[in-house]
């Protein structure tokens, strides 16, 4: 059984990882949507919010799964012997997963593939959406309707 893992803070989720995820879908068994939960990082969302808002954006897929992660990745995972994927926008996306795919093999053994983004998708982020969301800017290109929602009322609510 070939079981990937999709890393990441998803906060939020946009068309950009929603691509990536369908995917690594096509090509394994299980996909697990690992939303991270690192206690040193300030998101605007919560983990169980961003692990809802995953869960609407993949429902279309059935083979992938939302989890959020405490602690390391690697092991939570290890008895499933995971490939770890990582979408890549450009350089510096690559340089920045680069030194954590080094440590995960190193203390696990997990391999880390790096999908490209799709070019049309490549210009995405979740820090553009939050921030055109700050703007009021119509994101139906950048994220799904009920994320854009959520968005707006957090943003409110600040």
């Given at each position: 059984m070939?079981?990937f893992?999709?890393?990441g ?6 068309f ?7 995917r690594c ?24 919010e961003?692990?809802?808002l ?6 279309h897929?059935?083979n992938v799964?939302v989890?959020?992660v405490e602690?390391l ?8 012997n ?7 926008r ?5 340089q ?8 995960n ?16 998708l490549?210009h995405?982020?979740s820090?553009i ?12 290109e ?9 968005l707006?009322m ?5």
């Amino acid at each position: 059984m070939t079981v990937f893992v999709c890393p990441g803070s998803y906060d939020p989720i946009t068309f950009g990882h929603v691509d990536v995820i369908a995917r690594c879908a096509s090509l394994a068994d299980t996909v697990i949507l690992a939303i991270a939960n690192n206690a040193e990082k300030c998101y605007l969302f919560t983990a169980e919010e961003r692990a809802e808002l995953a869960r609407d954006a993949v429902s279309h897929l059935s083979n992938v799964r939302v989890d959020i992660v405490e602690g390391l990745m690697v092991e939570r995972y290890k008895s499933f012997n995971p490939v770890i994927v990582k979408g890549v926008r450009g350089p510096s996306d690559f340089q920045h997963e680069a030194i954590q795919s080094t440590v995960n093999r190193e203390i696990s053994g997990f391999e880390t593939f790096y999908l490209p983004a799709t070019p049309s998708l490549s210009h995405i982020s979740s820090s553009i959406v939050k921030e055109l969301g700050h703007y009021g800017v119509d994101l139906s290109e950048f994220t799904t309707e009920r994320v854009a929602q959520a968005l707006a009322m957090k943003l409110n609510q600040q």
